[in-house]
Each structure stands twice: as structure tokens, then as C-alpha cells.
């Protein structure tokens, strides 16, 4: 069965820490994996996509690593700024594309 | 480039009342998809189409829910009895061909009373 992990579910920091939220996956047979943000009652934002045959994908302060032999992937943020807050999903593309419950991120002033 | 356009935003409906839901996908994606997001979940895949095919729709309640992409452009999304439990988020997302990156819309929230 393919299923996706986020840790943690929740997750608050003091502004300017930098910080690394979890995705893992159970079947390692993935074509890429893609990071989105979801800000409150809006859709889902693309931040980053990591092809299965690339070990990480960097924009801005933001860098995604793929370790497709254990199923896991990592979203550090460096720096971290209140407009960061929002919900981080992790969604693994097989045939289908398939999610994880987010993290949701909070970064206090 | 305009992203992918959804409607309505909001929707209340009683409880057996049909409702149908709008995706217009950016131009030229030949994939489209249809998710469910519950309060509090990570969206679920209903449907998903390549050009005007069904591609997988293995999670979609076929009892009470019908999806259509009509020469492989825009799609319909509808519900027919609504129950409570399908109170949700409803996203659609188009990719240029299936496994590139994917675009969401805004998503319509579905209310059921």
C-alpha cells in the first residue's frame, strides 16, 4: 500500500530558526515527489519538485532532499519568517499522486 | 498564464440536494485531477483524467459521484445524493502530462446541512 507520513503534525518555532519538516513513503517506486504550502482556505501552492532521479532541489531559502531508498524526503527552511506560517504537504507521484497529512507551521514574531 | 479557474468558491447544500462542481485547467495540460480535502487531511485523489480518459478513479464513490472532462479541456465534478460526510474541499489540479509538476486551484468548500 503507498502511503505518506508527515512529522510532525504540528510544528511552532521562534522567527529566524531555521527548521526541517518529514515526509516519508512506503513504496520507494516513485517517479518525483513535490512540496506544496496551503495558506487557510486557499489551494495548494507548488513550492518545490525533486524528479526520483535527483537527490535535493534548492529555491530561495527553501531546500527539499529525496533519499528514495528509505522512502524519505526533508523540507528545510532556513531562517524561518512569520509569513512562513502555513500548512506544508508532501505529495509522492506513483501512477497516482498521492498526500500526506501536512504540517502545520507556525513561526512566532 | 492564468492558473487553473474554479467555481464556486463556497457552496451550501442540504443533505440529498446534487451539487456540481467547475475546473477549467491551465491551457495545454493534458492531466487533470480531482482531490477531496477534508478538515484537517491531506487532500484524497477522486479522479484523475489524461486528455479526456479516466486515468484512475479507483477512490471515487461512484454511488454518488460522476466526473466527466468533455473534449479534454474543462471538467465537471458532481455529486448526486450529498451526504454530511462530504463536507469538504474540493481541488482541482492540471499537470502539462502526468508525471510533471502539478497546479492547483483555489478549490471549492463544500458545506453540507
Known amino acids: 500500500k503507498q502511503e505518506v507520513t508527515q512529522i510532525p503534525a504540528a510544528l511552532s518555532v521562534p522567527e529566524g530558526e531555521n527548521l526541517v519538516l518529514n515526509c516519508s513513503f512506503t513504496?520507494?517506486?516513485?517517479?518525483?515527489l513535490q512540496w506544496f504550502r496551503q495558506d487557510p482556505g486557499k489551494g495548494l501552492t507548488s513550492l518545490l519538485l525533486i524528479q526520483s532521479s535527483q537527490r535535493e532541489q534548492t529555491s530561495g531559502r527553501l531546500n527539499a532532499s529525496l533519499d528514495k531508498s528509505s522512502g524519505r524526503s526533508t523540507l528545510y527552511i532556513a531562517a524561518s519568517q512569520p509569513g512562513d506560517s502555513a500548512t506544508y504537504l508532501c505529495?509522492?507521484?506513483?501512477?497516482?499522486?498521492?498526500f500526506g497529512a501536512g504540517t502545520r507551521l507556525t513561526v512566532k514574531p | 498564464e492564468a492558473g487553473v479557474a474554479q467555481s464556486p468558491r463556497y457552496k451550501i447544500i442540504e443533505k440529498r440536494q446534487s451539487v456540481a462542481f467547475w475546473c477549467n485547467p491551465i491551457?495545454?495540460?493534458?492531466?487533470l485531477y480531482w482531490y477531496q480535502q477534508i478538515l484537517g487531511q491531506g487532500p484524497k485523489l477522486l479522479i484523475q483524467?489524461?486528455?479526456?480518459?479516466?486515468?484512475?478513479d479507483s477512490q471515487l464513490p461512484k454511488d454518488r459521484f460522476s466526473a466527466e472532462r468533455l473534449k479534454g479541456v474543462d471538467s465537471t465534478l458532481k455529486i448526486q445524493p450529498a451526504k454530511l460526510e462530504d463536507s469538504a474541499v474540493y481541488l482541482c489540479?492540471?499537470?502539462?502530462?502526468?508525471?510533471?509538476?502539478?497546479?492547483f486551484g483555489q478549490g471549492t468548500r463544500l458545506t453540507v446541512v
Open positions: 489540479a492540471s499537470s502539462p502530462v502526468t508525471y510533471t509538476e502539478a497546479f
Open positions: 483524467f489524461q486528455n479526456n480518459g479516466v486515468v484512475d
Open positions: 505529495a509522492v507521484r506513483y501512477e497516482a499522486m498521492r
Open positions: 491551457s495545454g495540460h493534458a492531466t
Open positions: 513504496d520507494s517506486a516513485i517517479y518525483n
